[in-house]
T-cell receptor, first 116, second 115 residues
């Protein structure tokens, strides 16, 4: 079974500062990785996904993530934080669970606070 | 296009009672998933429907949980009888296909509190 570790359950950054949310995965096969965001009182929204086409993946709202196989990492970054980025972010890996089924395995999530 | 919708948004019940959660997937999505997040823990897979068939229910905690998807449209997840440890947020997701690359679209979740 694959696993995902998100370092830091809470991260605070100042408005305009770099956002860096960490995600490490454990997988015996090439992984397919996702970042989702959950804004207050909303569902999970896909930010971006890694599908092996390119190691640097650009997503919505100015976020991007870089797949580094040697470090088994898929960290999420944004050059300049906005107040609207305050949310909870989830890293996930897609895996086959057998019998033709696929499921997402999530990290514990990182809550991002943006300080004015 | 409407997204995944879930009803109710919140539910507070007493231990031993029954609760039924409903999920309406995106129209045309054959694949429907249920996940659960217990407070402080990861979001965890419960089961996967392809149309009306259960493709994988390996994540269902025990036989107090019953999921159905009659007609291959909306799905219900019934908890009977509810226990304290069932409290959490129940998410539904849907996708058009079922592959490792497929994006799953999530609903807002149902927040269940068992007292």
């Amino acid at each position: 079974a694959q696993s995902v570790t998100q370092l830091g359950s809470h991260v605070s950054v100042s408005e305009g500062a770099l956002v860096l949310l960490r995600c490490n995965y454990s997988s015996s096969v090439p992984p397919y990785l996702f970042w989702y965001v959950q804004y207050p009182n909303q569902g999970l929204q896909l930010l971006l996904k890694y599908t092996s086409a390119a190691t640097l993946v650009k997503g919505i709202n100015g976020f991007e993530a870089e797949f580094k196989k040697s470090e088994t990492s898929f960290h999420l970054t944004k050059p300049s934080a906005h107040m609207s980025d305050a949310a909870e972010y989830f890293c996930a890996v897609s895996e086959a669970s057998g019998a033709g089924s696929y499921q997402l395995t999530f990290g514990k999530g990182t809550k991002l606070s943006v300080i004015p | 296009e409407a997204g995944v919708t879930q009803f109710p948004s919140h539910s507070v019940i007493e231990k031993g009672q029954t609760v039924t959660l409903r999920c309406d997937p995106i129209s045309g999505h054959d694949n429907l998933y249920w996940y659960r997040r217990v407070m402080g823990k990861e979001i965890k897979f419960l089961l996967h429907f392809v149309k009306e068939s259960k493709q994988d229910e390996s994540g269902m905690p025990n036989n107090r949980f019953l999921a159905e998807r009659t007609g291959g449209t909306y799905s219900t997840l019934k908890v009977q009888p509810a226990e304290l440890e069932d409290s959490g947020v129940y998410f539904c997701a849907s996708s058009q296909g079922a592959t490792l690359l497929e994006t799953q679209y999530f609903g807002p979740g149902t927040r269940l509190l068992v007292l």
